[in-house]
Each structure stands twice: as C-alpha cells, then as structure tokens.
C-alpha cells in the first residue's frame, strides 16, 4: 500500500539537489569556516554565499542572517536574547507554536507579564485589542505569520506599527510561513524573523535567526565568537548551503508551486464535503497558506481518526509536531472559540509539490472508508446537527 503524505507542515522530503549540495559542499569543502587558512577561506566562502543567498529572497542584508540549528533555536534565540534585564510585558498572540509559547511561559515564571492578544473565529487577530494595550510597561512584542496548524496567514502591519510607534521590538515567526508565501523581513517591519530549512524541502538541523541591523540580543549560548558573536559553535556550511539552495529552489518556482498545492488544496477539500460530510473547515478561507486545509469531522474522535489513517497509509497531524503526545485540545482552536467537539475531531492535512491529484483523490477515499467505520451506525443523528463553519 503506498503511503499518502499530507503532513508537510511537519516536514519535507530534501530535494535531490539539496541532497546533492551537502553532500558536494561535505565532501570538497570539509574544513572550519573559521580557519585562517586555504581550506578554511574555501568553506568561508560557501558559507557566506549561502548566507547571502538566503538574504537576498527573504529582503534581509547577508549580515542580518544568523544560522541556527532550526526555527525552534532561532525563536528561542530572539525571545531569550530580548529579554535580559529587569522584567517587563511581552505581548504575544493566542495559538503561538510551542517555540514560542513555552518560552513565554519560562520568562513569565521569571517575572515577566504577557499580554495575549485575542483571535477571532477565523483565526486571525483581534487587532482593536492594540487600542487597550498599556505600551508603557511592553518590552517586546511576538505574532506568528502563518499559523503550524490552521495555516492561518496574519496581517503583521498593525503590531509593526504599534511596535515601531513605541520602539518595541518585534519577533515574527515565519518557520511556516518561509517557502510557501512570498516573505520580505525589512517590509514586514519586525526586529526578528525565524526561518527553518526543512518547512521548504531543504535539510533538517539548519534555520536562520533574522536579526534587523541595530537590534542588540544578548547572547543564550557561550563558547565561540561565530556568527557575529550571536551564536556559538562551528558553523554547518553543509546544511547552510542545503537551505539556500532548498529557498532557491522554491523561489525560481514559487507561483508554480503555489498553482499546485492551492488546486490540490481545493480539490481535497471539495472531495471530503462531498463524500466525507459533515465536514467543518477551521480557520480564515480567504488569508491561509495555500496548502493547508485544517478540517474537523463531527461525529468521529480525531486521535482515533489519525491513527485509523496511520494504518490505512495517510500522513496526517493533530496539530503542531512539536506538541505531538500531549493529550490537550488545541490551543489555537479554543482561542479561535471552537466548540470542543468540532476541536476534538480536528485533524491537519497539508499538501506538498510531491502531492498529485491521484494522491488527492486516493487519501479522500481512504478517510471516506475510515469516517465510515469510526462514525455513530446511525449517521443522520450526525447529520441533522448544524456545525456552523
């Protein structure tokens, strides 16, 4: 039976020639980037085109750029490094991924308050809450662009006001957002941005910390001067080169792509309203990546759902991988207002350029034959219940 991966919002597959480059870039460029010496100035010199590279699509300067192991290091790098000194508020959103949620939480047991600003039923936030914020106290702000699990796109322009308005900084995280939409960091207005390789078909282990020139972060780790003296240890030129090229890769082809995944987002989603009802798509239609389709089946228990799928070979989540186990609802959902059973029978798909429309039409089958034996026998006591979307 061939598997069916809807769970690209997890991961993806390396591209061949990603693949390619780390492995060109390990076996001809091996030395420390930081040696003062042939080899060393060789694997500089990928390194640093790598790095300007990845600037150049994502509208920062190459020396904005601050290599990470990933996206989870790079927001934990922003918010720490924001935050030394005597306590303040940090105004944050509903529904942040883990990265960012779990460090709130750990500054707010060191004395820190957080402010949440509210989402609305679409997912998107409440922005007239800014109206009631206190800016006198605020010592950094945080807004995820696109959300893990609905896919929920946010517009940023209000908070970047509002922070720049104040002189707060702001730290966006873009791991999912990065290799699916268009993300320019200087037109965003934000202080940070966290980027993470494997979102968009480049190596796992590497993701960048976007740093606006004239922010000051105090450093989280200590060992070694790289990266500007922002992040210690020697550099993974392999992986870096792997992430430019992935970013390349998807920015050469971004409006193919995106044709792609958005038809066969759509032709998902009108597959399950009509063989899989009653069905509940989450979040906003409209501002969303075009990839995601966050969908709730009433009736049936998501968890039971997932791993029926598991076994009849369709990748798919609960939520955020990250938070994989947790026995909890989401939080997106409940601040989105979600009533608990459309949340508790919520799972997340989303499609990739791997994805056909056979692969489409074969994962609608098998979640049609999955609902069927998972749901109440008596399907109508589902069906006359009104689930508003």
Known sequence: MDVVDLDHNATTRPLPEVIEAVARVMRDAPANPGSRHAPGRRARRELEQARESVAD???????????TSGGTEASNMALLGATRGSPGTI??????H???????????????????LPVDRDGRVDWAALQQVAWTDVRLATLILANNETGVVQDTSPLAAACREHRVPLHLDAVQAVGKIPVDFHALGASTASVGAHKFHGPRGIGALLVRDGVRLSPVG???????????????VALAVGMAVALKAWSDDRERRTR?????????ETGLAERCG??????????????????AFPGADAEAVLVALDLAGVCCSLGSTCSSGAARSSPVLAAMGVPAE??????????????TESHVDEAVRRIAEVLDRLRPRDRESVREKEFTP
Do not use: K, Y
């Not at 200590?222 to 993974?236: K, L, N, S, V």
């Not at 792609?260 to 998902?268: N, W």
């Not at 989450?282 to 966050?294: D, K, V």
């Open 57 to 67: 699509i994502l509208g920062a300067r190459p020396e904005e750029v601050v290599f």
């Open 91 to 96: 105004l944050t959103t509903a529904g942040e």
């Open 98 to 116: 883990p990265a960012t949620a779990e460090a709130v939480e750990h500054l707010a047991n060191a004395g820190w308050t957080t402010r949440v």
């Open 222 to 236: 200590f060992g070694g001067h790289q990266e500007a003296g922002r992040r210690p240890g020697t550099e993974c």
């Open 260 to 268: 792609l995944v958005r038809s066969l987002r759509d032709r998902f």
């Open 278 to 295: 009653p069905v509940v798509f989450n979040g906003s239609r409209e501002f969303r990546l075009p990839n995601t389709a966050h969908v």
């Open 342 to 355: 459309i949340a508790a029978s919520s799972l997340r798909f989303s499609l990739g350029m791997e994805n």
